[in-house]
């Protein structure tokens, strides 16, 4: 089953007329109509005659006999699909006519269905899902003659014809390079390893492409002749690939998500539990899913109004590179291999794609960052959760686990992707406030109030969202000039003596400041004496054995940041608020080991500080988000004290 997919598969793509496709982007007259139905009618011809007479190779090649007569008897598919009314195709798609299109189609899914199942209960054999698709194709054409009554004819025009092979050679040589790209790895895995693994790896392939099959192939088909006709439209040529990037991105890593965390599961749940095999396979792909989604975004953007010389191009570096990770991979570790070659051969894909298609949009890569980095980082806060919930469950489960595994990383997800949305992002944020504020946002709303005094508050970001008119005490000029344009009071000053009345504020805030000031016990003892009765003191600092990462130079690190001291220990903190008479209220820590190492590879010595500056707050805003339900080495304390009334 698995080689008769792999020629199916190819079958599709030897079938599919790239002529549809020139002339839904470029205009054309009956002429040009009949000169490419007369050109694809005896380019499937062509095709059929190939397959029959190179069958024997491909069963030799395989080391199945049976892959001779299937071949021969797929040919017919072609040969169909060729035949189908070309003037139907164009013409639904330029004008939009999506209701005709799904018609088409739908007659050939329902005669695929009702024939192959039909067979398949009185010959339950690979002949059932042949003759299903020859039947299908077939059903196809003739609705494309039922549903459009013009038609095209027989005719060639040499001048018509040289201007459509010119722009149609790279749509179908783009096809091949396609489909060579997708399923080169079915083809490695077959030779090697042979048809046992290929069943496995091509359920977890098809299972892990719903991102892009079901979401971005969809959205695409609408989009391309939409594109085609705004090429000469800049700004709303724009403003369409960005809502069909954001719907797409968001949708496909929800889908992503779901297929990370419940993998195994699935593959055992809907196909039994011979196929648990293909779940590590399915967690893989669901990244490689995703990747191709947001990279099929730019492809139909190069299609439409590109050249798609440079789709060839790109989908040719793909191909090279993951062949040469096949050959490697795969004889290693088997298919998981192949799933790990072909998520590097679509990654480059993307990078390539991008980098065109944000030349043709105007785009610059922080703005396209800022449309899928916040779907994709809430993405990875929902696969996180998901996962740690699978390990803290252990073990196997049947439908039962897969639904809670799915609801939790899905709800996740979607509150991730809120909590992202909602909160500005802009290159002046830091980083670390950022992440605090996502972490403590329940703490600081509970506990502010009345007057506020945001000692080191910088330019009162951490106020702003609290929607609260404060006083910054900020030693940084620059910082207090843009408090001030937030609508904040800013004082330029920093030490043991706060420039306020005795008593006169209902809430100090002293965020990650204590441990840059040198009489740290003076300025706790005048955030003591600046309270009202009743008000509160709400403090953060490093532990004093914080470290960020284990490839972090912390000593260095902390001279940077402007560290005096390594940081405190509880007992510390409890004795200052003896000290000046303040009563606890609560005690608590944040800043937990995965949020720790995702801020240093992100903005301190990783790799990943080459990412855009847009997806690495991203990132920064989900980690935040999960702090108070992950409590795994928290490296912050988290003090609120009380002046009694």
């Keep these: 089953m698995g080689m008769a997919a792999l020629m199916l598969s190819a079958v599709e793509t030897a079938s599919h007329p790239a002529l549809d496709a020139v002339l839904v982007r470029e205009r054309w007259t009956p002429q040009d109509l009949n000169t490419a139905w007369t050109l694809t009618v005896a380019r499937s011809i062509a095709v059929a005659a190939l397959m029959w007479l190179f069958a024997p190779l491909l069963a030799a090649f395989f080391s199945v006999p049976l892959l001779v007569p299937l071949g021969r008897i797929l040919a017919l598919s072609v040969l169909m699909r060729g035949a189908a009314n070309l003037e139907a195709l164009a013409t639904f798609a330029s004008e939009l006519r999506f209701s005709r299109v799904t018609a088409m189609d739908l007659a050939g899914m329902t005669t695929n269905t009702v024939v192959a199942i039909g067979l398949a209960l009185i010959w339950p054999s690979v002949w059932a899902l042949a003759l299903g698709v020859v039947a299908g194709e077939a059903g196809r054409t003739v609705a494309s003659y039922l549903l459009c009554r013009e038609r095209p004819g027989l005719g060639f025009s040499w001048p018509a014809a040289k201007r459509l092979l010119a722009i149609g050679r790279w749509f179908t040589g783009n096809n091949v390079l396609i489909f060579l790209a997708l399923h080169l790895d079915d083809v490695v895995v077959g030779r090697m390893l042979g048809s046992g693994p290929l069943g496995l790896y091509q359920v977890a392939y098809r299972i892990s492409n719903l991102p892009a099959t079901s979401i971005t192939h969809v959205a695409n088909r609408v989009a391309f002749p939409i594109y085609a006709q705004l090429r000469d439209h800049a700004s709303r040529l724009e403003g369409a690939v960005r809502q069909v990037t954001q719907a797409v991105s968001t949708w496909a890593t929800l889908l992503a998500v779901l297929l990370v965390v419940g993998g195994p599961d699935l593959a055992r749940v809907l196909l039994g539990p011979s196929w648990t095999g293909a779940g590590p396979a399915i967690q893989v792909l669901g990244v490689f899913g995703l990747v191709r989604a947001l990279a099929g975004c730019f492809g139909v953007v190069i299609q439409a109004v590109g050249t798609p010389r440079a789709l060839s191009l790109i989908t040719g570096a793909q191909l090279l590179l993951m062949g040469g990770l096949l050959v490697?991979?795969?004889?290693?570790?088997?298919?998981?291999?192949?799933?790990?070659?072909?998520?590097?051969?679509?990654?480059?894909?993307?990078?390539?794609?991008?980098?065109?298609?944000?030349?043709?949009?105007?785009?610059?890569?922080?703005?396209?960052?800022?449309?899928?980095?916040?779907?994709?980082?809430?993405?990875?806060?929902?696969?996180?959760?998901?996962?740690?919930?699978?390990?803290?469950?252990?073990?196997?489960?049947?439908?039962?686990?897969?639904?809670?595994?799915?609801?939790?990383?899905?709800?996740?997800?979607?509150?991730?992707?809120?909590?992202?949305?909602?909160?500005?992002?802009?290159?002046?944020?830091?980083?670390?406030?950022?992440?605090?504020?996502?972490?403590?946002?329940?703490?600081?709303?509970?506990?502010?109030?009345?007057?506020?005094?945001?000692?080191?508050?910088?330019?009162?970001?951490?106020?702003?969202?609290?929607?609260?008119?404060?006083?910054?005490?900020?030693?940084?000029?620059?910082?207090?000039?843009?408090?001030?344009?937030?609508?904040?009071?800013?004082?330029?000053?920093?030490?043991?003596?706060?420039?306020?009345?005795?008593?006169?504020?209902?809430?100090?805030?002293?965020?990650?400041?204590?441990?840059?000031?040198?009489?740290?016990?003076?300025?706790?003892?005048?955030?003591?004496?600046?309270?009202?009765?009743?008000?509160?003191?709400?403090?953060?600092?490093?532990?004093?054995?914080?470290?960020?990462?284990?490839?972090?130079?912390?000593?260095?690190?902390?001279?940077?940041?402007?560290?005096?001291?390594?940081?405190?220990?509880?007992?510390?903190?409890?004795?200052?608020?003896?000290?000046?008479?303040?009563?606890?209220?609560?005690?608590?820590?944040?800043?937990?080991?995965?949020?720790?190492?995702?801020?240093?590879?992100?903005?301190?010595?990783?790799?990943?500080?080459?990412?855009?500056?847009?997806?690495?707050?991203?990132?920064?805003?989900?980690?935040?988000?999960?702090?108070?339900?992950?409590?795994?080495?928290?490296?912050?304390?988290?003090?609120?004290?009380?002046?009694?009334?």
């Design 328 to 645: 490697v991979l795969v004889p290693r570790f088997s298919i998981i291999g192949a799933a790990y070659a072909a998520t590097a051969g679509i990654a480059l894909s993307l990078v390539l794609a991008a980098r065109y298609g944000l030349g043709v949009l105007g785009w610059s890569v922080r703005e396209y960052a800022g449309i899928v980095g916040r779907p994709v980082a809430a993405g990875a806060a929902g696969a996180a959760v998901g996962l740690l919930l699978r390990l803290i469950m252990g073990g196997q489960g049947g439908i039962g686990r897969l639904l809670i595994l799915a609801g939790v990383s899905g709800a996740a997800y979607l509150a991730a992707a809120v909590v992202v949305a909602r909160t500005p992002i802009t290159s002046a944020v830091r980083p670390g406030t950022l992440l605090r504020w996502h972490a403590l946002r329940h703490v600081l709303r509970a506990h502010v109030s009345g007057a506020v005094i945001d000692i080191g508050g910088r330019d009162g970001w951490i106020l702003s969202r609290l929607q609260v008119r404060g006083i910054v005490l900020e030693p940084d000029e620059t910082a207090v000039r843009q408090a001030e344009r937030a609508g904040h009071r800013a004082v330029v000053g920093m030490g043991d003596r706060l420039p306020f009345r005795d008593g006169s504020v209902q809430t100090v805030l002293c965020l990650d400041t204590i441990e840059h000031v040198a009489a740290d016990a003076a300025l706790f003892g005048e955030c003591a004496r600046v309270l009202r009765p009743g008000g509160k003191l709400v403090l953060t600092t490093p532990r004093h054995d914080m470290h960020l990462a284990p490839f972090v130079d912390m000593p260095a690190l902390e001279q940077v940041w402007g560290h005096l001291r390594r940081g405190y220990t509880g007992a510390d903190l409890i004795a200052l608020c003896r000290r000046y008479g303040l009563d606890i209220v609560m005690r608590g820590a944040y800043f937990n080991a995965p949020s720790r190492w995702l801020y240093a590879a992100l903005f301190v010595a990783g790799p990943g500080r080459r990412l855009p500056l847009a997806f690495r707050l991203a990132a920064i805003q989900c980690a935040g988000t999960l702090e108070p339900f992950l409590h795994w080495r928290r490296a912050e304390h988290v003090l609120v004290a009380q002046r009694p009334a």
